[in-house]
């Protein structure tokens, strides 16, 4: 109904239309209607406590009252009785209460008057709505709260393995698996093996408000982690998550989990497991005789439920499994590397400093921003010291540097000339090691971009004539001063020998005349 008087409280605040219809949650047209009605009837704020909606509805629209009478009213236990049978729709309904109606000379409800009437009658009455159990239509998934002990057959030490419970919501037929952990990966693969092991996919997946499956569920913003997420991608089917401390919202899984306490891990008290695949198989063996376990209170057992309702109504699985992966975040530094745990990998240089998120999976290593894919590396499961580089995600300055080698300095140089070549091989000769003359080498090349290849040429070939032990300043020097341009003969060759000793060394000018300078 109508809130007929906090729409007369709000308007004599002065609040407008719009901020009352978003308030009362009714129509902008609505609002208007009402607040004319009242102004024609001049009823104005503020009323008496025994003036209801129901009163003011009389007045605005004394003719409401006569067709109500007219009309008829659903039976509805009769209605959740049938939403229980396959195929069967409220729409369908419905359709056929409007037809009854219409025979008996009565009026029937509007289909979202006769929806809302029904789930009152659901919620008022404790019913569980039957639309919600359609075959094919949901599983419902959690962990169960008693674990299974596993001991160490050496130490004798106690660890717990955990129970994932998946059901499926029409025919409740249910898959178990024991897990080391809850981790975000292992509850992924037990869905993948859930999956499987229905043979289908249903159209909702409806998992608790545990944090390896919901990052945050509120009324007004649900976050599903994006592995999570991905994994219901790749299996065409919607995560729609239970409301928080609503149980209702997957009483099945909550009843599911409750029988498997009792029928897998209670059953296997006595049992002392050794490893956690002998808990696997026998977990399995268990499930068996769960699902073949008889109805209490209709034919039947979970399993043959499935395969005569349920079964043809799920959606294929895809043709190739889901790998899970992890994600996560992290900041582009000025190495431009990220991690996955074990080794480093490269992202294009550009991305410095820039929020990135990461997917690792067995194989891979990905490497996404702003949803877009900017990096791929094949996973090295072994650590290694060096880290995994891709060329083309560093700057030129390093690519040049990882490609420089001796032959390819020696190449460059002999497309100069023989001088240049002779300079090149001494610098990287005339230390231990050739990466020690790199710097030098490079300094060459580049002087030769500045100053001209025939410059470099006639440069090294006039420092060759004064020594055999060229130097990069030598070289530059030279060039800068433009030595290089003038004829060899006009230059002449130092006095002094090529390799000087360390100290001061006077010439024989020096000592002419009985040793003393004039």
């Known amino acids: 109904m109508v809130n007929y008087r906090e729409i007369l409280r709000l308007k004599s605040l002065n609040y407008s239309n719009v901020d009352i219809a978003s308030s009362v949650h009714s129509s902008r047209n609505t609002i208007h209607e009402v607040l004319k009605l009242a102004e024609l009837l001049k009823i104005k704020w503020p009323l008496g406590d025994d003036v209801t909606n129901y009163t003011l509805e009389s007045l605005f629209y004394p003719e409401r009252k006569k067709t109500s009478e007219r009309r008829m009213l659903p039976d509805y236990p009769k209605i959740h009785q049938e939403l229980a049978k396959k195929g069967v729709t409220l729409t369908l309904l419905w359709t056929e209460y409007c037809a009854e109606a219409v025979a008996a000379g009565k009026k029937p409800y509007m289909s979202t008057q006769f929806n809302e009437n029904y789930r009152k009658w659901a919620r008022i009455t404790k019913a569980t709505m039957r639309i919600h159990h359609k075959p094919g239509d949901a599983m419902e998934v959690d962990w169960a709260g008693t674990t299974i002990d596993i001991y160490d057959p050496v130490t004798g030490d106690i660890s717990p393995a955990y129970l ?110 050794f490893s956690l695949d002998e808990a696997r198989k026998a977990v399995a063996e268990k499930l068996e005789e769960l699902n073949t376990r008889p109805f209490q209170k209709r034919v039947g057992n979970r399993r043959s439920a499935f395969e005569n309702e349920e079964k043809a109504f799920m959606q294929p699985l895809p043709i190739a499994s889901f790998e899970p992966a992890v994600w996560s975040t992290a900041k582009v530094q000025n190495d431009y590397l990220i991690s996955d745990g074990i080794n480093k990998y490269s992202v294009p240089f550009d991305l410095i400093g820039e929020q990135v998120d990461i997917r690792i999976s067995n194989d891979t290593v990905e490497v996404f921003f702003h949803g877009s894919r900017v990096a791929s590396h094949i996973r090295r499961l072994k650590a290694q010291i060096e880290p995994i580089r891709k060329m083309e995600h560093m700057p030129q300055e390093h690519q040049k540097y990882l490609s420089y080698a001796p032959d390819e300095f020696l190449n460059w140089a002999s497309s100069i000339g023989e001088s240049t070549r002779k300079v090149t091989e001494y610098f990287l000769t005339s230390d231990k090691e050739p990466e020690q003359g790199f710097k030098y080498c490079v300094s060459l090349m580049k002087a030769a971009d500045r100053y001209g290849q025939k410059r470099m040429e006639k440069a090294c070939e006039r420092l060759l004539t004064f020594t055999k032990q060229p130097s990069l300043r030598s070289v530059l020097t030279i060039l800068k001063n433009g030595q290089d341009k003038l004829p060899l003969e006009t230059v002449s060759k130092p006095s002094h020998p090529e390799k000087r000793s360390k100290g001061i060394t006077r010439g024989a000018a020096a000592f002419a005349k009985g040793g003393a300078a004039e």
């Open 164 to 273: 994932f419970v998946a059901v499926l919501s029409c025919s409740c037929y249910v898959y178990a698996e024991a897990c080391p952990n809850m981790k975000s990966d292992v509850f992924i693969n037990c869905h993948v093996h859930a999956y499987e092991y229905f043979g289908g996919v249903t159209r909702l997946l409806i998992p608790d408000n545990l944090k390896t499956g919901i990052t945050k569920n509120t009324r007004y913003e649900t976050v599903i982690p994006k592995a999570y997420r991905e994994m219901a991608d790749n299996y065409d089917t919607a995560i729609v998550p239970a409301r928080v401390k609503h149980p209702d919202d997957k009483a099945n899984a909550e009843g599911s989990v409750k029988f498997a306490t009792t029928w897998i891990i209670a059953a296997l008290r006595n049992h002392h497991f």
